[in-house]
């Protein structure tokens, strides 16, 4: 990838002479060449030792180009999903150095954050594992604020900024309204579980799969929680529920990605190809 940045470079010493965007012919103009470039990445990939991109939808770039093209002013809004440790946390904090790095036009918020308060059930039960163990599905979607999800994914689409909940991960099931203000970007991505849910699944332009082995998943589950301290046998109990969370919530999802991605990919790789995603989409003068 590092080759293809150098290559790319040399080429464009010169800055390729910028379309007129609030044109249709100019729109166009982008769209091809967006296509041109994206289909370098794809190919390259291919050619890998480790591919990045396990499947892409065969319409998919003509569609989201075609979206580009007709409704421009809409930001890009980015679906990120895939089962409990499969690597999508770890890939949007990747995204997010890179982001900060290069001062991208993209910002990140997790859809976990929209779980609803639970606090008092907690409360009512003694501890959070203990209201799991007595059957709560805490991964339901009604368990999950999603008109709200969905008011502020459009609104962040069309350019207002918007202040999200923050959902407590101690334990507590507390959750803030109104807590953490989110600028809106060019580019929104949101990642978690709730993406993949009816009420909101639809307003994606682009749907992000993650997927990596259940083996691979099982270990990192685990030793994160060791690294929490969790009790093992409790991190068992809650791993299970989790797989059967997945295959009911997540799994079915995959059939309606954009692109499915390997959860165990270098993140030195991925971070390259974000480089140069960012490097051919700011190549104008």
């Not at 150095?97 to 907690?122: G, H, Q, R, T, W």
């Not at 799991?132 to 459009?154: C, Q, T």
């Not at 203000?181 to 580019?187: H, P």
Request: aromatic share 10%; glycine share 4%; charged share 35%.
């Amino acid at each position: 990838m590092n080759a293809l940045i150098e290559a790319f470079d040399s080429k464009t010493k010169d800055k390729i002479q910028k379309p007129d965007f609030d044109t249709r012919i100019g729109r166009e103009l982008l769209a091809f060449y967006l296509q041109t470039k994206f289909k370098q990445i794809i190919n390259f990939d291919k050619k890998s030792e480790k591919q990045m991109f396990i499947e892409i939808k065969d319409d998919f770039l003509s569609n989201f180009l075609e979206r580009l093209v007709n409704n421009p002013k809409k930001h890009i809004l980015i679906g990120i999903t895939g089962e409990s440790a499969s690597g999508k946390s770890t890939i949007c904090k990747e995204i997010q150095k890179i982001v900060d790095e290069y001062n991208m036009p993209i910002c990140l918020l997790n859809a976990d954050n929209y779980f609803k308060d639970i606090s008092d059930l907690i409360k009512k039960c003694g501890s959070f594992d203990k209201l799991r163990d007595m059957g709560h599905d805490v991964d339901a979607p009604e368990n999950f604020r999603l008109d709200l999800l969905k008011e502020h994914a459009i609104k962040l689409q069309n350019g207002e900024d918007v202040k999200i909940p923050k959902y407590l991960t101690n334990g507590t099931g507390v959750s803030v309204l109104n807590a953490t203000f989110v600028k809106s970007k060019k580019i929104i991505v949101i990642e978690g579980m709730a993406t993949t849910f009816e009420a909101v699944k639809d307003l994606f332009d682009i749907k992000v799969y993650v997927e990596v082995d259940k083996k691979i998943r099982r270990k990192r589950f685990l030793d994160r929680a060791k690294e929490r301290n969790q009790d093992m046998e409790n991190a068992l109990k809650h791993w299970e529920y989790v797989l059967k969370a997945g295959e009911k919530y997540i799994i079915p999802a995959k059939k309606e990605a954009d692109i499915i991605i390997d959860g165990g990919c270098d993140l030195k790789y991925f971070s390259q190809i974000i480089e140069f995603i960012n490097h051919i989409t700011n190549s104008f003068e």
